[in-house]
Every structure is written in C-alpha cells, then in structure tokens.
C-alpha cells in the first residue's frame, strides 16, 4: 500500500484513539476507509467529523466474531483492543480473545484478499523488562498468568500468528510495538497516566502517583506514531519494529510537568502501585530510524500543551472559569482556539 496508489484500506479498533488518528490520515492521502469497531473503549464521536466523507464508512463489530461478509480491502490496520491497563483488565477474556481471535480472523481476510496486514502490537510483549532500553530481539519478562497477562500475552500470540501465516501462507505482514502514546481523543476516562494527570490537574484534584513514581516510561505524542504506522505500512521488512518515544521520563517528572504546563495548584499523591507495573521502560529506535528514517519529532513540553489544550475544551472548561495562573490561561487560550481552527479545516471533505 503505497502512498501514491488510492487503495480500499480496513482499520480495526477505526473508533479508538490511534485508529480515528489513522482513518484521518488515510483520509488525507486519498485512499478509501473502512472503520470497524465494538465501542467497548473507542468512541463514535471520535469519527463524528467523517461521518459524511464519501470515501469513509463505519460499521461496529466485535473482531472476536466473524467479520462481516463480503469484504473486500487491500490492507488492513489492526488496532481492535483496549489498550488502558484498567480496561484491558476489566474483562480479561474478551481482551485474550480480542486479541487472538481477532488477529486471525482479520489475517483471515488478509489472507483471502492478498491484502496486507499491519499489527499494532505493544512494549507490553517485554513485560517488565530485564534489558534496557528495550530491543526487538529482547524476548521479554512477562508473567503468563498475572493481571496484564490478558493483554501481554494475548499480543504476544497474535505476532505469532502473524508470523505462522507469513510463513504458511505468505501473507504479508507487519507488526509494530507501541510504547506509550499520548495526545488529542485520549479519554478522560481512560486511566493511563498522561491522561489521568492532565483531568485531575485541570479539575483541581490530586496527582495520583502509583509506587514513589521512580518508576519510567517514555511518551510518544501520537502525530509522530501516525507517521511510524502509515511508514511501516508500506516498508519492505516485516518488523516487529519499536514505535516510540526514546526520552524516558519517571512517573513523577510527569506529574510535576503536568503541573507546570496546566499551572494547577493540585496535590500529588501517592496511591498503591499496581501488580506487575513495569518498572522502566524505553524503545530502542534503531530498526525505525533504520528501516523507516523514522524518529519522533514532538518534544514532550508541545504535545503536553496541545493534548492539555485539547483536554481543555473536551471538559467544557472556558477560559473565564479557568484555574489556571492568568499569563498561562492566556497562553493555552491562544491554544486552544488554534487547535480548534486546525481541526475544522481539517483535510477530509464532506459530501
Ligand atoms: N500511573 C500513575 N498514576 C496514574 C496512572 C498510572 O502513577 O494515575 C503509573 C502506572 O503505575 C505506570 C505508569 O504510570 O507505572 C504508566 O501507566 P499507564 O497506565 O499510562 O500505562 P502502562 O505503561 O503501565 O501500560
């Protein structure tokens, strides 16, 4: 899948936060986009502004059953599972099955099509990690049984089966591994730390720190993981390929940045550390940097303020109401409004 052809493109998870990311990007480059999605964590109002693109359609479907009948796609981006570790955890037999059942039921499609199938693995396939940073030959630390097995061990079988039908079958395949990425339509509610910080800092609650907050992770705004995705998709090596932020921050570093950018007076708190909570992680780009002449390009400080600004508006909260310091309010005001400007002139047509 090229960037020069116009091609009929499947994404899976399409209403989730990457995937309405990637239906806008493959929007923009001409191609035509089929979403699908079960709306357990994605939202519909995350594809509210394409719901009249002519080359843009929407079906909701639970990739763990069959697909619809009669599809028909040239590639297919698989992103259908919650990805929070609250969410992925509340039901942990739909998130095994989603990832497995689902990974071969769209390599199914891939196969019968001659389509190719980009899978959006995870940094969770290294568990708690033992090497540092992060290497795609590295095979991981991951408990088969524990609370994040659902998820982690659930991704680790569907590159498997990626790779069982590449080699059986010679369907063409490409998987990447997402560390932690952060930006607009992330949800309130969602539970990861970015966004837990930036509604609790904005709402005038407390930080809420798990463990003393030593722990690391290393945050990739989501403009640039669009851009490793759509260059993977058209790569000619299978991966897996790291796709992440290679600055490594601790959990704590965070809340003080949040902090500062939202100029909010909130506490931070410590809360207990969840089970099997990695305790470092970071990518080792090479492989992207060298098969992709990939690199993120967003430093942490720009997309904190754009995905803050956008956590702004989502919350209703208007600048006159705002808790922030009055030079700041100013600043992410300005922000604001050119965030919003951007998104309604945004590239997709409308009938
Ligand atoms: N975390 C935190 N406070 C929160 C949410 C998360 O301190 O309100 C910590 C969590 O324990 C982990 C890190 O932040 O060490 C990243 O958590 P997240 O859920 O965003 O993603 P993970 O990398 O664990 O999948």
Partial sequence: MTTSTRKRVLVAGGAGFLGSHLCDRLLSEGHRVLAIDDLSTGRRENLEHLRLHARFAFREHDVTRPLPAGLDVDGIFNLACPASPPHYQREPVQTTLTCVLGAHHLLELARQCGARLLQTSTSEVYGDPAVHPQVEDYRG??????????????????????????????????????????????????????????????????????????????????????????????????????????QEHTVAELAERVLALTGSRSRIVRRPLPADDPKRRKPDIGQARRLLGWQPSVSLEDGLRETIAWFRERLGLPPERSIFLPAVAVAVAAEAATATATATEGPCESR
């Fill in 141 to 246: 630390n991951v408990s088969p049984t524990g609370p994040r097995a659902c998820y982690d061990e659930g991704k680790r079988c569907a590159e498997t089966l990626c790779f069982a039908y590449l080699r059986q079958h010679q369907t063409p395949v490409r998987v990447v591994r997402i560390f932690n990425t952060y930006g607009p339509r992330m949800q309130p509610d969602d539970g990861r730390v970015v966004s837990n910080f930036i509604v609790q800092a904005l709402r005038g609650e407390d930080l809420t720190v798990y463990g003393n907050g030593e722990q690391t992770r290393s945050f990739c705004y989501v403009d640039d993981l669009i851009e490793g995705l759509r260059r993977m998709m058209d790569a000619d090596a299978e991966g897996p390929v790291n796709l992440g932020n290679p």
